[in-house]
């Protein structure tokens, strides 16, 4: 196992967002975390990361080091695509040498060009950015990543480009990863497990594990499941437009 919320609970302005609520996260697993708009998909994530601290309950990580994926690549302006790349290396006292050549193979795996790895941000077009950032997190060779939302801004062939490079990185590095859409195809297309949050202060209202291994069904099988979750009463928010 390498992650576990045991009944955290959190609010924002004395509003609950969710209550004892429990996820865990096997190792080499793909959880998709997805629910309506609100419901708290990123604040779990954050709790699961590390970045806020949860008002109530547990949070408890078996692996040495991971990394996070976000809407927006969040470059830094002033350094080129390879030395955001190489950027968490340095802290471990990574040779530059060594650094260069970690960046360049990450960068490889994640389709970008040998050429743009020394433009800077500004030069590259919003796909190239988001290649950019995941290869940053695989860089560091975490144990577990945690992806918010990541292709939400990005065109529907670079989607599918996107999540199959995650698929095949997940399968061949063994990391784990929390995977927050809105996108029930993404998520059956990616993901082992698929956890539905409610919009309701309900937590988890559901689980689905997933037949099959990420990236090995085809888009009938995919368009078969989401069509078949319309008449779940657990994803019934997901499918009304007016709430979304």
Known sequence: MRLELDRIGHAFLGRAV???????????????????????????????????DPLRGRVRRHYGGHAVVFQ????????????????????RGISKAERRAMAERRAAEVGLLARDLDKYPAELSGGMRQRTAVARALA?????VYFDEPFTAVDVGLRRVLQDLIIAACARDKFSALFVTHDLAEAVRLAHRIVVLSDRQEGIV??????????????????????????DPAFAALFDGDRQ
């Open 140 to 144: 560091v060779d975490p144990e577990t």
């Open 18 to 52: 969710f209550e004892d609520l429990t996820l865990s996260l096997g190792d080499g697993e793909i959880v998709a975390l997805v629910g309506p708009s609100g419901c708290g998909k990123t604040t779990v994530l954050q709790i699961a990361a590390g970045l806020i």
């Open 72 to 91: 927006e690549p969040r470059l830094l302006p002033w350094l080129t695509a390879r030395d955001n790349i190489a950027y968490g290396l340095a802290a």
């Open 206 to 231: 559901a689980e689905r594990i997933l037949p099959g291994m990420p990236g090995e069904r085809d888009d009938r099988s995919v368009f078969d499941t989401v069509q078949a979750w319309a008449k």
